[in-house]
Each structure stands twice: as structure tokens, then as C-alpha cells.
């Protein structure tokens, strides 16, 4: 209705008020207690306002309530236990809040109820009682924060008719006769879990099942046969588990049968010819699998239902596609990444309800023999619904249709990359108006860009690298206004660069022109492209001094301009480019020093000066470059002493060969210098190190405050969108950068050894955090496939779970779930945030778990340690051991974790400007402990409290015992310390006393 305000106290003298229903508005504040007196209420449904604070108990005051409905508000807390005296409840829905704690054990006394939704809160227990309510039907309590076999006590239901508790924390494996007592069960979905152990061999005895799902757990085993007894059965879920096995015939024979989703798991042999003969099957899904052999020639004959078909990423082979031409209701089809050859197949054309096309990777062409046969291609574009057409990496052989868009405007991705592509570029693709994406690069299209590309107003992405393109770039590039992304790279374009590029400085995120035969000087204008990231001008012609404005860029991350005819003096504008990662401006002509700006380029990692006429001395600022891997100054003119800091001690020989005047240490290959000077160590440099521990440390600790917000009956789109999320399906750089603003500083999360992180948000609404790796650092390429294999098999409640990837031949990303809530640094230090000890406590414990889990509890396949992957230094926090020797090893991380132990208690850095000389953090609490027990000058005052305080004692004990704990993670010698699984279980013991001690004070 739109209403909004507070309730009015006066609406409790309606005595005779029998319904009170104020859903889908935007009332908010707490209620007015007034409302008790309405003794005669049947009906309360507040649901979709914005009420706060926690639920009055004297909602239990209302004896003739039958349905009680606070969805979708801001309540938290716990639900008071006198809700559950309502006798005549029938139906509670609670879901949608911030709710947390226990279930009461009181909702045992619901015995009337049917229907109970607790969804979307934060709830981490079901008690036994549950399992005696006799009259209910529904439960739902997903996305919660159950733990342990929280889905024991449902099991007694006999009423029960749907059951759903995805999105919890619950593990152990599912009970042999879990069915034995749900003799009414229709649903079931256990999804998202930790669940483990064998999908149950007696699951036939739930006879009324319609659906069946417990995807993305960590099931093993073979599919039970025995599940084609459920004659009723229509969805059954079990993708992304670790599932074995051939696909059971006995349950593609079921009757119902609709929805079989089985991706990302590991069965294999062949896909059962009799699930082509199910007449009631719309979606098949069987991706990422090891599956073999092919698909029976005439698939679509006995599937007039099919709308879904994913069958990617297996082992299939086939002399000819199947025909698909009596699917007429088909909407999607992905069989990439397969074997399958021959021509691609006219069917297809017949498909008008088509929509996605995916049938990249594998070994197809366009048969050519006759007219008809070679009109394939061309009738695809003409496809009225289909929005996304890969076919990309196929032997096609073929030219693109002149007649390729006169029909469709529905087309908004394009990718026909690897595909030996000839021919011009048609003039008619100018009517895909719809086209986003348009990707036809490494083919052999010859040939001028035409010029009717400027109609292609909705362009985001141009790829068009490695082909032969001639003429020159036109200016009508300059009209597509949207466009982010361009890449003409590896062509025989001509002329000069236009200087109307500069006018798409609003939406160009990456440019890359290398390898072509432009000539002329750098337009001025072309500067203005202010939010550049990537810029790639290498292997041309190009002239004349760079311009000073070159400083406009302050975005760019990596800059290429290598191999052209550039002279003058480096720019000292240069300096300004603080978030520039890699840049190379190699074999040119340029001339004069290198600029002493360059110091404040803290994020440079690779920077290649080689084969210029540079002079005179190296500037020992460049010292100041503490994240520089790759440095290249050989074939200049440069003199003087080598600088030794920083960075410059992993530089070898090769960095400055050929440049005749330098000086330095006899590993470098040249003469030692007459007189060197004394370097005194910079540690304000030093801050400019990053720990990769603890990142891991601090994201899982933001984890445990992470609030998943997602709404019953939204179940479908939800599993839409989950399935979006397990397919891998294929995020493009386009889509990344759309998703970070361009890949944009406002964006970035943190940075690491290979790369950044940024936040991000995709197109259907998944916020996400995403790792872009530096593919120009040696072993990057190594790290993302080492990153993709342990991310994807670590399962863990506080470490991230990977959502998808981008792997490009040039552009390789880990997309991530995202952690919204911050870490735990801005909880410790924000104003607005405040942890009491207990809080404290438990992310600390949860922490340890994590670790704990890295060092024991995971191997990756190849035996290697975790700790390879993810170590490194952080000023402070940094084992002895690693600073003095470079030593890694995980009691270096107990070293690291000892450390925030202590930091989250006293709320002190360990690089506070306190901490001078000899004393640090580790000193400043072993003074308090030893011998004076002052334990109170150094913990944090909020979470001690006073003396007054009833449970003064119990904290300060408490506290102490963290402190020892803290010290002995912390011992100077490695072997001397505890380890992490210690250190756990020392942590649990603390809180339990802690709890004993204070009376359960939530202090």
C-alpha cells in the first residue's frame, strides 16, 4: 500500500480486531506494546516493512493467533520462547530477519502448527523438539548457520511435506534410513552444505518424493540405483558433489522425470540412450563430468519437452552432431569443450526457441559441398531469440555470411574466435544492433573494419587481434560510446592513431593497437582516455617524445609501448601512475636519465627500460619499489653504482647487461665499485610488504560475519542463479571489468603476489570478489591453475569457495565469493563497530579452525604445501625466522596468528608508533604477564571493563589466558612454538571456562 511511519499505540483499543495485516509496507521503529490488548487477533502479518530491534514476548499473549507472519523485516536477536505458547499457531514465518542464537526448545509446543519458515536469519541449532510436532508440513530454514547433523531431529516428521535447509554449515553424512518415518515427504534440499558420506541407499522409502536436492555438498559414492522407485520423482539435484560412477539407467527410466541436473562431478562411461527416450524431461544436465562416447543420432526425437541442454566439458565424441530438430523447445546448448567432429549440423536452424549456443572447443566445420549445407552459418545469426552464439575454437572454415544480420536483433554475444575465419568483415553485422560482445580475433579476416560498425551502439567488447586487417582504424571506432574494451592488436592496420580515441574516456577500459604498422606521433588527445587500465602500443612505428599529459592515466595498471621509434626524455609525469603494475617502454629511442618519480610507482612489478640510449645513474629511489619482480635496464648508457635495496637484491646479471659504466656486486658481472657507500636499512619502506597470511587470516575472519540475504519463495531463481554459479560457466573480461567499474581503484579489495583483488557485482546480481592475475610475473601462470585446483577443493566454513573463472589466453581471473561485511581490522579500529569478548573470541577460535585446516587438514594433489601458495611477509606480523632467512613454513603462520592474537585483544599494531628500540608488541605483553601480572595496562579497556563489574575476574582471567596462549604461538624458535591444532583446542577451553566463570555473561 505504500504506507510509511511508526505504528500507532491507539491501534491497540481495537479490542474486536480479529486480522491485523500491514504487509508490503514501510512502517519501521520498534512495536507499541499497546498491541497485546488485541486479545481476539487470528492473523498478524507484518510482513516486507522495516521494523527493528528485537521481537516483543508479548506476542505469546495472543491465544487465538493461527498465523504469525514478521518476514522480511530487520528484527534480531533470539525469538523469545513465550511466541511458542500460541496453542492455535498454525503457521510462523520468521525468515528474512537477523534473528540468531537457538531455536527455543518451546516450539515443541506448537502441536497445531503446519507450516514453520525460519529462512534467511542466523540461527545455528535445531533442538530435538522439533521432531515432535506432529501436524507440520513445512519447514524451512535455509541459509542459516546450522551446524553439525542439525537435519536429525526432522527426520521424525511423518507429517512432514517439504523440507529445505540449503545454505547451512551442517556436515556428517545422511543416515541410512532417513526416510524410514517422512512417509509424506514431497522435497527435500539439503543444497549447499557440508554434507558427506553416501547419498543413501534407502531413500526409495520416502514414496512420495517429487524433489530430491543435495547439490554442491561433498557426497561420494555412486548414484543409488534404487532411486528409480520413486515413481513421483521429477528433479533430482546432485551436481557438484564428488559423485563416481556410470549414470544409473534405473533413474533416467523414471516416469516424471524433468529436471536431472549432475554437473561437476566425476562419473563417467556413456550417457544413457533411454533419458533421450523420456518424453518428460526439460533439462539435462551432465557437465564437467568424465563422460564418454556420443549421443544418439537422433536426440531430439523423443524429447519434445527438452528446454536444457549441458552435456560441456566432458570426454564425448562423435563422427556428426545429433539432431536436435524435434526439440523445438530447446532454449539452451552447450556441448563445448568435447570431441565432437564433422560439419556443423543444418538442424539447428530449426531451433527457433534457441537462445544460447555453446559449442566452442571442439572439432566442427561448415560443410561447403552444396549451397544448403554451407547456408548454416548464416541462418544461426538469423535465429529471432538466440542471445549468445560461441562457437569459437572449431575448424570452421568458412567466411562470415554478407547476410549475417538481416534478421536478428536479439544477438548480444558473438565469439567466433580460433576459427579460421576468411574473408572481410561483412558490412551487414552492423544490424546485430544488440550485439555487447563481438569476438572474431585469431581468424584470417582480411581486409578494412567497416566503417557501418559505428551502428553497433550497444558494443562493450571489439576483439579483432591476430588477423590480417588492413587499411586504416576508422574513425567511426570513435561513435561506439559504450565501448570498454578494444583489441586490434596483431594486424597490418596503417596510418596514425585517430585522435577522436580520446573522446571514449568515459567507458574504455583496455586498448590494445600493438603489432600493427601505425606511424605518426601520439595525438594529444588521446591522453584524455583518463580511465584507462590497459594500454598496449607495442611493435609500431610510432614517433616523436612522449607527451608530459602521459600523466593523465592515473588509472592504467599495465602500459606497453615497447618497439617503436619514441625519443626524447622519459616523461617525469610518469611518477603520478601510482597504480601502474607493469610497464615497458623497451626498445626505443629515448634518451636522458631515469626519473627519480618513478619512486612513487609503489604497485610496479615489471618494468622493462632495455634497448634505449638511457644515462646517466640508476636512482637509488627506485629502492622504494618493494614489489618489483622483473626489472630490465640492459642496452643503455647507464653509469655508476647498482643500488642494493629493496628489491634490487633479486635482480640478476641479465638486468643490466650492455651498458658498459655501472658498478656493483660481483654477481651482477660488473667491475666493484671504487668507493660504495653505506646504505642505512629504510623500514618506513617497508610497510609497503603485504602477508598473504594474513589476508587469509582476516578473510576468514570477516567470514563469520558474512549475512547471506535470499527469500523462500524466490527458490527458483535461486537455483537458477546457483546453477549459473557451479557451471563455471564462462565469465569473460568484458564481464569483469563491467562488474569492477572497470577494474577501478574505488573496486580494489587488496593486492597480492600475482595479482589484485576487486569487489564487483556480475550482470544477473552475484556480488563477487575477483583475483587478476599479472600474467607478466614468471610462475603467474603456475598460480592460477595452482589457485583454481586448491580453491576449488578446499572446503571450509571461514575460507572463500570459488564461484567461477576467466581463463583467456591473456587474461586469467579467479572469481570468488564475495565477503561483504569488511575485515577484521575494521571491526577492531571503526568507530561504529564495537566486539565484546566472546565476539572476539569466537572469530579468533574460528581463525585457528581455518589455519588449523590449511596446515592439517588439506594437501594439494601434488603434495606441495598451501603454505607455497599463499606466504608471505607483512612488517610486524613476520616470523623471525622468514625476515632473517626467508625460512616459510606454517609455524611461521602460528608465528603470524600469534601476532592478530594479540592485536585483537589490545587493540595495538604491531607496527604502532609505541613500539620503539627493542620493545614491540610481543615484549609489551610479556612485560604485563612476567612478573607483575599488570595484564590490565595492556588489554583493551572496552572488553576488561572496571573493577565494579561482576565479572571483572572472570574477564581478566580470561584475558590473561589469551595473552599466554598469544606468547606461546609466538616463541622466538620455530620448534618451540604450538601448533595450530593446539592452539584450537587451547582456545575452546578458554571460552568454555570463561563461560563457566562469568555465568554465561555475554560481556
Not at 564475495?818 to 569466537?842: A, F, K, T, V
Amino acid at each position: 500500500m505504500g504506507l510509511a511511519g511508526v505504528i500507532p499505540p491507539h491501534l491497540g483499543n481495537l479490542s474486536f480486531l480479529v486480522e491485523l495485516c500491514l504487509e508490503n509496507n514501510s512502517f519501521h521503529g520498534p512495536l507499541p506494546q499497546e498491541l497485546s490488548r488485541l486479545r481476539r487477533l487470528k492473523e498478524i502479518n507484518f510482513q516486507y516493512n522495516n521494523f527493528t530491534g528485537t521481537i516483543p514476548s508479548w506476542f505469546g499473549s495472543f491465544p487465538k493467533l493461527q498465523t504469525f507472519i514478521l518476514w522480511g523485516n530487520g528484527f534480531s536477536g533470539f525469538i523469545p520462547s513465550a511466541i511458542f505458547n500460541l496453542s492455535a499457531l498454525e503457521q510462523i514465518d520468521l525468515s528474512g530477519n537477523q534473528l540468531s542464537g537457538s531455536i527455543p526448545r518451546e516450539i515443541g509446543n506448537l502441536t497445531m502448527v503446519k507450516g514453520i519458515y525460519l529462512d534467511d536469519n542466523k540461527f545455528e541449532e535445531l533442538p530435538n523438539e522439533i521432531g515432535s510436532l506432529g501436524q507440520l508440513e513445512e519447514l524451512f530454514v535455509q541459509d542459516n548457520a546450522l551446524k553439525g547433523s542439525a537435519f536429525v531431529p526432522v527426520l521424525n516428521i511423518s507429517s512432514l511435506i517439504v523440507f529445505t535447509l540449503y545454505g547451512n554449515n551442517m556436515n556428517g553424512s545422511l543416515p541410512d534410513n532417513m526416510c524410514e518415518h517422512l512417509s509424506s515427504i514431497q522435497r527435500i534440499n539439503l543444497a549447499q552444505n557440508q554434507l558427506d558420506g553416501l547419498i543413501p541407499s534407502k531413500l526409495w522409502q520416502c514414496k512420495e518424493l517429487r524433489e530430491i536436492v543435495l547439490a554442491s555438498n561433498n557426497f561420494r559414492g555412486s548414484i543409488p540405483k534404487s532411486l528409480g522407485n520413486l515413481t513421483y520423482l521429477s528433479k533430482i539435484l546432485l551436481y557438484e558433489n564428488n559423485l563416481e560412477g556410470t549414470i544409473p539407467d534405473e533413474i533416467v527410466d523414471l516416469p516424471q522425470l524433468e529436471i536431472l541436473r549432475l554437473l561437476i562431478n566425476n562419473l563417467n562411461g556413456f550417457i544413457p540412450i533411454k533419458l533421450f527416450n523420456n518424453s518428460m524431461i526439460r533439462e539435462i544436465g551432465l557437465s564437467f563430468n568424465q563422460l564418454s562416447g556420443g549421443l544418439p543420432e537422433n536426440i531430439g526425437l523423443n524429447v519434445p519437452n527438452l528446454e536444457i541442454l549441458y552435456v560441456a566439458g566432458n570426454n564425448l565424441v562423435a563422427g556428426l552432431l545429433p539432431n536436435l530438430s524435434n526439440a523445438s523447445k530447446l532454449r539452451e546448448l552447450d556441448m563445448s569443450i568435447n570431441s565432437f567432429t564433422g560439419f556443423l549440423p543444418i538442424t539447428l536452424c530449426s531451433l527457433k526457441n534457441l537462445e544460447r549456443l555453446y559449442l566452442y572447443s571442439n572439432n566442427l566445420t561448415i560443410d561447403a559441398s552444396t549451397p544448403q549445407a554451407a547456408s548454416t552459418f548464416s541462418c544461426l545469426f538469423n535465429l529471432r531469440n538466440l542471445r549468445e552464439l560461441y562457437l569459437g575454437d572449431n575448424p570452421l572454415n568458412t567466411t562470415i555470411p554478407a547476410s549475417c544480420g538481416n534478421i536478428s536483433t536479439s544477438l548480444l554475444d558473438v565469439s567466433l574466435s580460433f576459427s579460421n575465419i576468411k574473408g572481410n568483415i561483412p558490412v551487414d553485422i552492423a544490424n546485430l544492433s544488440s550485439l555487447i560482445t563481438l569476438d572474431l580475433e585469431n581468424n584470417q579476416l582480411s581486409g578494412a573494419i567497416p566503417t557501418s560498425i559505428q551502428r553497433l551502439q550497444n558494443l562493450q567488447g571489439l576483439y579483432l587481434k591476430d588477423n590480417v586487417l588492413r587499411r586504416h582504424i576508422p574513425y567511426e571506432l570513435c561513435q561506439l560510446k559504450n565501448l570498454a574494451e578494444l583489441d586490434l592488436g596483431g594486424n597490418r592496420l596503417t596510418g596514425s592513431i585517430p585522435s577522436c580515441l580520446g573522446t571514449l574516456s568515459v567507458a574504455l577500459r583496455s586498448l590494445s593497437l600493438g603489432s600493427n604498422l601505425l606511424t605518426s606521433k601520439i595525438p594529444s588527445s588521446f591522453w584524455e582516455l583518463k580511465h584507462i587500465l590497459h594500454l598496449k602500443l607495442s611493435s609500431n612505428s610510432l614517433v616523436g617524445p612522449l607527451s608530459e599529459d602521459i600523466g593523465k592515466l592515473k588509472g592504467v595498471v599495465d602500459m606497453d609501448l615497447s618497439d617503436n621509434h619514441f625519443s626524447g626524455n622519459i616523461p617525469r609525469t610518469l611518477g603520478g601512475l601510482q597504480k601502474m603494475i607493469n610497464f615497458s617502454l623497451a626498445n626505443n629511442k629515448l634518451e636522458g636519465s631515469i626519473p627519480n618519480s618513478f619512486e612513487t610507482m609503489l604497485s610496479l612489478e615489471f618494468l622493462d627500460l632495455s634497448k634505449n640510449n638511457l644515462s646517466g645513474e640508476i636512482p637509488k629511489s627506485l629502492e622504494a619499489l618493494l614489489y618489483l619482480k622483473h626489472l630490465n635496464l640492459s642496452f643503455n648508457k647507464l653509469q655508476g653504482e647498482i643500488p642494493t635495496g629493496g628489491p634490487f637484491g633479486n635482480f640478476s646479471a641479465d638486468s643490466f647487461i650492455s651498458n658498459g659504466a655501472l658498478c656493483g656486486a660481483s654477481r651482477l658481472h660488473v667491475p666493484m665499485c671504487k668507493y660504495r657507500t653505506k646504505v642505512k636499512p629504510n623500514w618506513r619502506k617497508a610497510k609497503y610488504i603485504i602477508s598473504g597470511v594474513i589476508s587469509v587470516i582476516l578473510l576468514a575472519s570477516a567470514a563469520l560475519i558474512l549475512i547471506l540475504r535470499k527469500k523462500r519463495n524466490l527458490e527458483v531463481v535461486q537455483e537458477t542463479a546457483s546453477l549459473r554459479q557451479v557451471l563455471w560457466r564462462r565469465v569473460s573480461r568484458l564481464e569483469l571489468v563491467r562488474a569492477t567499474n572497470g577494474l577501478h581503484e574505488s573496486n580494489l579489495l587488496g593486492m597480492g603476489g600475482f595479482g589484485s583483488v576487486y569487489r564487483g557485482t556480475l550482470s544477473d546480481g552475484i556480488d563477487i570478489a575477483v583475483k587478476v592475475f599479472n600474467l607478466q610475473l614468471e610462475g603467474a601462470f603456475k598460480s592460477f591453475d595452482k589457485e583454481c585446483e586448491m580453491l576449488s577443493n578446499i572446503r571450509h566454513r571461514n575460507l572463500i569457495k570459488i564461484i567461477s573463472c576467466c581463463d583467456e589466453l591473456d587474461f586469467k581471473a579467479l572469481i570468488l565469493q564475495l565477503m561483504p561485511n569488511g575485515s577484521l581490522e575494521n571491526w577492531l579500529y571503526s568507530p561504529n563497530c564495537s566486539m565484546n569478548i566472546l565476539q572476539r573470541l569466537d572469530i579468533m577460535k574460528d581463525v585457528a579452525l581455518a589455519l588449523e585446516y590449511l596446515h592439517h587438514g588439506y594437501s594439494t594433489s601434488g603434495g606441495d604445501s598451501m603454505m607455497e601458495t599463499i606466504t608471505l611477509a607483512t612488517v610486524g606480523y613476520m616470523a623471525p625466522e622468514f625476515g632473517m632467512e626467508g625460512i616459510v613454513s606454517t609455524r611461521g603462520d602460528v608465528y603470524s596468528f600469534g601476532i592478530v592474537l594479540m592485536e585483537t585483544f589490545t587493540k595495538r599494531k604491531p607496527t604502532d608508533e609505541m613500539f620503539v628500540g627493542e620493545m614491540d608488541l610481543k615484549q609489551w605483553i610479556a612485560d604485563s604477564l612476567f612478573p607483575d601480572a599488570a595484564i590490565d595496562e595492556v588489554v583493551d579497556a572496552d572488553i576488561l571493563g572496571t573493577e565494579e563489574d561482576g565479572d571483572f575476574v572472570s574477564r581478566r582471567d580470561c584475558l590473561s589466558s589469551i595473552m599466554i596462549l598469544a606468547l606461546a604461538c609466538c616463541a622466538a624458535l620455530p620448534e618451540e612454538r604450538i601448533n595450530m591444532k593446539d592452539a584450537a583446542v587451547t582456545l575452546n577451553k578458554i571460552k568454555t571456562k570463561y563461560l563457566k566463570d562469568s555465568g554465561g555473561v555475554n560481556s
